[in-house]
């Protein structure tokens, strides 16, 4: 069993919905990190969380230690948010990825 | 304008022809590390280094080197590169072990 698994691994959206995408660990972190890839490749990061919620923008991120469980919320979407998702939990010795979900948002 | 650089962008090469793969950050962070991404794998840690002069294993460290002379610069070298080494690598870095990553636009590389 993977240490980090993200659902769903694909999700089609029509624009203006609302998007949940969950990540679940079963390892003892001190933070966890959602990032973004766009079809050109690149890696931005979007949270980083160790506790509670954060927002920015149309995006949320809320995390759950003690159900070892982060959801990242987008809301009113657009077809620019199409991207790939992928969740990250920082261990004492490492950075562990999921496999990431693929986000289409069509409009 | 904070950024991580990384070069080449892209390379392709030979089985066993020795390859550095740059990696320049602007931020002042201490720390900084290589990962590589594979379809169906995900991106995995190749090396970190915390600070200068210190550096540590990943997942996947067979087939790699990287050194941390300057606080700016964290290379990764392919002594002897094999086919399985053909992924897309990203160099990152941060101000702490735990805070933001910022990553590098990434490197593809193909080895024949």
């Known amino acids: 069993k993977n240490e980090v698994e993200q659902s769903p691994q694909n999700l089609t959206a029509q624009e203006g919905e609302f998007i949940t995408i969950n990540c679940s660990y079963s390892v003892g972190i001190s933070a966890l990190h959602w990032l973004q890839q766009h079809p050109g490749g690149g890696i931005v990061s979007l949270f980083m969380l160790s506790s509670g919620k954060k927002k920015h923008g149309r995006l949320i991120a809320t995390i759950n230690i003690q159900e070892k469980h982060s959801s990242l919320h987008i809301t009113a979407s657009h077809p620019r948010d199409s991207a790939v998702y992928i969740c990250?939990?920082?261990?004492?010795?490492?950075?562990?990825f999921g496999a990431g979900t693929i986000l289409r948002v069509k409009s | 304008e904070a950024q991580v650089t990384q070069n080449p962008r892209y390379l392709i090469t030979v089985t066993g022809k020795k390859l550095t793969v740059t990696c320049s950050q602007n931020m002042n962070h201490e720390y900084m590390s290589w990962y590589r991404q594979d379809p169906g794998l995900g991106l995995r840690q190749i090396y970190y280094s915390m600070n200068v002069e210190v550096t540590d294993k990943g997942d996947v460290p067979e087939g790699y080197k990287v050194s941390r002379k300057e606080k700016r610069n964290f290379p990764l070298i392919l002594e002897s590169p094999s086919p399985n080494q053909t992924s897309l690598y990203f160099c990152a870095s941060s101000s702490g072990w735990e805070e933001t990553q910022y990553f590098g636009p990434g490197t593809r590389l193909l080895v024949l």
């Open positions: 990250a939990v920082r261990t004492p010795t490492k950075l562990v």
